[in-house]
Structures are given as structure tokens and as C-alpha cells.
């Protein structure tokens, strides 16, 4: 997994979870109209299909005999057997279970890595090519979304949701504007002065000098990139022999870390960042300190929301809009478009009604339901959640699980929990909060996303095999490389001493790897929607 998506998924989605779990859980159709799951009666198939899986779980695993699966079992007509594992120690297992050739039916993974494309070339898993037409959740898949799972034109997975174009983007103290006469930044000029007026002339009129700019965390998270052009995970930049490279590694990011470096000398860039963790530098934004952070409309904390309010009870968060690139480009970089992945056992081949009521329980867990049809009046939301007054309750129209280690919702258990939403927009995140100040924030940022064009990372859809070895010991080094850039302690003069190091460290071969694996796929040119 990449570094980004995986600080995003930490960060944003670990709040997420526990936050928007509503909109993301409530996976199925209003109740008068069957899904497919409803239209596989036992009269169609009478048989009683025993179902193994395997699957992980980051804290709390549910029980083998909760009341979730009784509730599977029940309505699917099945004996479905999951096994869990924790997070930690699941690829160890996993890895175990393929080269047993007892293989589950169900497969379930964070990411594809370097075993799932050796697994699938090898035949472990089932194609799904077929099904993607059956199923109107599979469709809603982006053909851009399904080729990081496609390997020789077969389909091996089916992808968990995630949103596209709600990435963590930058926000900032609109009442601080306010109060120093500034508008809200269109250039990184303007964002600087803005950074420092922050810094040095008492924002929020305490009379202390007490406030700055941005607020960092360590490994230079968030990197305010305002766009693709400047973000350090997109391949948009070439360099002169024609091949796309990362954008940790570019004249844009050298720029732009010049750019921090400038502002951290005024201090106007969190002191310490390079030590604080990210509930540390959430503390510096929602405290009061630092009037530039970020945001997404999924997934934001309204108990350190609430805690800002309390403190600055007239406090104002809007936006930055993306800016305007020398190349003229203008947006932000979307997400993989997933998170989480299915695949099914190559041995169901020669079962392929077992296939299907796989097929249906994977999908029923996926349909999409509005935001005002999530409540107990719907049949299948109440169902797949456990039903009211068991599994969950509702609290001013959010709901409130029970702890997954009771296991007492089939949401518990499904291979796939996560309504596939028909677009961004349809997921209506910021009417789940309920601080007002959270709730406005992210009704803007889901504005602003809707008018923005997003770039579509190509590196997302191919693999390479170095990249999934060595990216994250790499990305480790340019961290710390430009962290001591950014504190003074080294020169940006030595960045190409650094992309250098980085090529030989295994960089230049994924560059490589990367290249010609987009070259095959035909992804040779910027993708924008």
C-alpha cells in the first residue's frame, strides 16, 4: 500500500470508523425493491452450501458462533464458517493457508501486493471477469479502479469502497482571515503570507504570541500539495527520457520543500513536527495553535471539533481550493478508488451455484441506501446491522453499534460491508455530524470536491514488483532527507545527491517497472475527471 493511502487510511480512516461507520455500513436497497441476494430464494437453490473465509481484523475479532452469522446463515441459506485473524499477524497466516493449497472460498486482503499478483499468476484465485455485468455494485467499479486487480485481463478481486475524490485537503481559520483582513489563498505566495501573518500578528486577538501558519506531523504529513502537480505521491511529472516519476522526486516537490523550509525558518511550521505524532498535530490545529490543517467530508473527529468550538465558539473553517499549476493544471489527485479486497478460491470453478451465493452475499452487503433511508423502517438496514435495540441503536439519526466482538450483526461478519456509493456526493458524509461548525466544513468540502477536477494516480492501477518491496523503506529515507532539508540541517542544493542515493536504493528500477507496466496497460497519458 502507498504511503499516502495508508497515513490517510491510519489517520483519517481509523476517525472514520468510528465516525461515519453509518454511511459506509448501510449496504443495501430500500425494501421495495429485491436485490439480487433476496431474488436467490432456497426454492432456487435448495442446497445448503457450506462457505469458508478467511479474513482480518485490526482490534476486536468476532465470535465463530455470534448472532450475525446466525442471521447469514439464516437468509442465505448457508453454513458460513469465517476464520479471522488479527491485522498484525494475517499476511504470516494468510500466506500459511496459500501454500497449504487449503485455500477458504473467500479471501479477503488490504491491498495488492506482491503476493496477490504472484498468487494469481499462479491460479489461486477464481476470475470474476463474468460476474462484474450480474451485479450492479460491481459495475459502479471505475474500469481505471478494477485494472490494479486485473492481471493477464482476468479480474481477480472485488474491490471494497472507498471514495475517490474525498482526499484529506487542505482547511484553514476563516475567522483568522477575517480578522487580519486576508482572503483565502490561491497561491503558494499568497499561502505563505498568509502562514506567517498567522505567525506574527495574534490572530485570534489574545494580545500572545501564542498562534502560526501550518500544522505538521511527522514524515511531512499533511504536505499541502495544492494539487497534482505538486503532490509527492502522484506520477505526473516525466522527466526528460520520456518516464513518468514519483513526485517525491521532482523539481515541483524540490520547490515546494524550499517552500516549507522558508516558512519553517520564520516558524510558522509546527516546531517539532518531525516528532509528533497525528493525534499530536491534530491537538495543534483543533487547540487553537495553527490556523492551516486539513479535512475530508468522511470521516472527521466532532470530538476535536467540539473541543475547538468550546475554546472559539465563533470559530470558521472553509476550504483551499486547489491552485492553478505552472502548467495550467488545476485539482487535487483522487484515492486507489479502494480500500479492502475479495477474491474467491479457484477450486469454486466447478461449483459455480456455490460462486453465486458467494456472489450475493458480497453484493447485498454492498448496495448503496440513501442517507434518509438508514433507519429501522428499512428491512434490510435494519437487518444487515443487526436490528434496532440488538445490534445497534440510533442517536439523533447516527448510528451506534454494538461492539463487533459480541457479533451481533451480520455487518460483523459480511465478506463486504461497505455500500458502493453511485458517486462521491451520493454518500451525503457531512449530514452524519452533528457539530454544526463539522457539519458546514465538510458540506464545503464536498462542494468543493464536486467542482474540482481530479487527477487519476496511474500508478495505482499498475504493479511492480521493487515498488511493493522497497517503497516504503525509500520513502523512509526522501522523509528524512527532506525533513533536514526543511529544518536547515542540510541544503536543497543536495537534492539531486539525494534522488541519486534514492535511484540506486532501488528507485531507478521501479521507475522502470512502473513505466513499462503503464506502457502495457495502455495508461500513457494524464487521466483528469
Not at 94 to 111: F, K, N, R, T
Amino acid at each position: 500500500m502507498n504511503k499516502t493511502w495508508k497515513s490517510v487510511i491510519s489517520a483519517g480512516l481509523a476517525t472514520a470508523v468510528a465516525v461515519s461507520a453509518a454511511a459506509c455500513s448501510s449496504t443495501s436497497p430500500s425494501p421495495e425493491k429485491k436485490n439480487d441476494a433476496q431474488q436467490a430464494t432456497p426454492q432456487e437453490d435448495k442446497q445448503k452450501h457450506t462457505i469458508t473465509m478467511i479474513d482480518y481484523r485490526y482490534n476486536a475479532v468476532p465470535p465463530s458462533n455470534g448472532k450475525g452469522i446466525e442471521m447469514i446463515n439464516e437468509k442465505f441459506n448457508v453454513d458460513f464458517k469465517p476464520t479471522y485473524a488479527v491485522r498484525s499477524d494475517y499476511d504470516q497466516k494468510l500466506s500459511a493457508i496459500i501454500a497449504s493449497g487449503e485455500i477458504p472460498d473467500i479471501i479477503v486482503m488490504e491491498a495488492p501486493d506482491s503476493n496477490f499478483y504472484k498468487w494469481a499468476k499462479q491460479g489461486a484465485f477464481l476470475p470474476l471477469n463474468e460476474y462484474t455485468d450480474k451485479y450492479d455494485t460491481l459495475k459502479l467499479i471505475p474500469e481505471n479502479v478494477k485494472k490494479a486487480v486485473t492481471v493477464n485481463g482476468k479480474l481477480y478481486a472485488v474491490q471494497k469502497y472507498l471514495t475517490e475524490n474525498y482526499q484529506l485537503t487542505p482547511v484553514i481559520r476563516k475567522d483568522w482571515l477575517d480578522k487580519l483582513g486576508l482572503e483565502v489563498p490561491k497561491n503558494y505566495d499568497e499561502l505563505k503570507k498568509v502562514a506567517l501573518a498567522f505567525t506574527k500578528n495574534d490572530p485570534d486577538g489574545n494580545g500572545k504570541d501564542d498562534t502560526y501558519g501550518i500544522a505538521m506531523s511527522q514524515n511531512i504529513n499533511p504536505h499541502f500539495g495544492m494539487g497534482a502537480y505538486w503532490d509527492f505521491e502522484a506520477w505526473y511529472h516525466k522527466r526528460n527520457d520520456g518516464q513518468y516519476i514519483p513526485g517525491i522526486i521532482s523539481n515541483a516537490r524540490k520547490e515546494h520543500i524550499t517552500w516549507l523550509a522558508d516558512l519553517y525558518k520564520e516558524g510558522a511550521i509546527t516546531k517539532d513536527f518531525a516528532l509528533l505524532n497525528w493525534a499530536q498535530t491534530n491537538k495543534e490545529f483543533y487547540s487553537g495553535k495553527a490556523g492551516i490543517f486539513i479535512g475530508t467530508p468522511r470521516g472527521m473527529n466532532p470530538t476535536f471539533m467540539q473541543g475547538l468550538v468550546e475554546i472559539v465558539p465563533k470559530a470558521d473553517i472553509v476550504p483551499i481550493p486547489p491552485f492553478k499549476a505552472p502548467d495550467g493544471s488545476q485539482g487535487f489527485v483522487s484515492s486507489p478508488g479502494y480500500y479492502g479486497m475479495v477474491m474467491l478460491s479457484a477450486k469454486l470453478a466447478k461449483e459455480p451455484a456455490k460462486v453465486k451465493k458467494i456472489m450475493d452475499m458480497i453484493n447485498y452487503g454492498r448496495k448503496f441506501l440513501p442517507f434518509e433511508q438508514r433507519n429501522a423502517s428499512n428491512t434490510d438496514f435494519d437487518w444487515i446491522n443487526g436490528k434496532e435495540g440488538q445490534g445497534y441503536k440510533l442517536v439523533n439519526g447516527n448510528i451506534q453499534r454494538e461492539p463487533e466482538e459480541k457479533g451481533l450483526a451480520p455487518f460483523n461478519y459480511l465478506p463486504d460491508n461497505r455500500m458502493w456509493a453511485p458517486n462521491d456526493a451520493a454518500n451525503n458524509y457531512s449530514k452524519e455530524y452533528t457539530v454544526p461548525l463539522l457539519q458546514k466544513l465538510a458540506g464545503d468540502l464536498e462542494k468543493m470536491h464536486s467542482e474540482t477536477k481530479h487527477y487519476v494516480n496511474p500508478v495505482f492501477s499498475v504493479f511492480s514488483e521493487t515498488r511493493a518491496i522497497k517503497d516504503s523503506e525509500l520513502y523512509k529515507y526522501l522523509y528524512t532527507e527532506q525533513t533536514k532539508m526543511i529544518f536547515g540541517e542540510k541544503p536543497v542544493s543536495d537534492w539531486d545527491k539525494m534522488v541519486k542515493e534514492w535511484s540506486e536504493k532501488g528507485g531507478e528500477q521501479i521507475i522502470k517497472e512502473v513505466n513499462e507496466a503503464l506502457k502495457e496497460s495502455g495508461a500513457t497519458a494524464p487521466l483528469w475527471k
